[in-house]
């Protein structure tokens, strides 16, 4: 765990790290290893996280996040459990690390006239296609 705390600045008590039993095929060794790493980053227990930041991360969590603001992390693609555990950290910090990267705020614009101009032109072609397919009645 100390790798992490050094690597992205996370506290060691807010992560809690467990081996639960996957699930899937495996045969009867499935029901008695458990090789699936649970991991739960807890954001109460982190304050030096940035708010922004922070409400980033609850945003990409989505449904991994908790109601008491734990993010739970579960892997269980590989055999081992240390693969596994190394998986989830992976994770947990590749969601970190994108919760960092400050959005780019989008400036309104007004259209030029050349692209209202092309616009109104598409709608009048569009128009004389739809008035060609009438049938005209003159009796």
Do not use: Y
Not at 109 to 123: D, H, I, M, Q
């Amino acid at each position: 765990m100390m790798a992490l705390e050094n690597e992205l600045g996370i506290p060691e008590e807010a992560i809690d790290l467990r081996f639960i039993r996957s699930g899937g095929p495996g045969g009867q060794n499935v029901n008695k290893v458990a090789t699936a790493a649970q991991l739960r980053c807890d954001l109460k227990l982190w304050p030096a996280l940035p708010e922004r930041v922070r409400a980033r991360l609850r945003t990409l969590a989505g449904r991994r996040l908790t109601s008491d603001d734990v993010i739970v992390i579960s892997a269980q693609r590989f055999r081992t459990q240390e693969h596994n555990k190394r998986d989830a950290l992976e994770r947990l910090g590749e969601m970190i690390t994108q919760a960092r990267i400050e959005p780019r705020v989008r400036k309104a614009t007004k259209p030029t006239r050349a692209s209202k101009e092309r616009r109104l032109e598409g709608k009048q072609k569009r128009s004389d296609v739809k008035k060609g397919r009438k049938v005209s009645q003159d009796w």
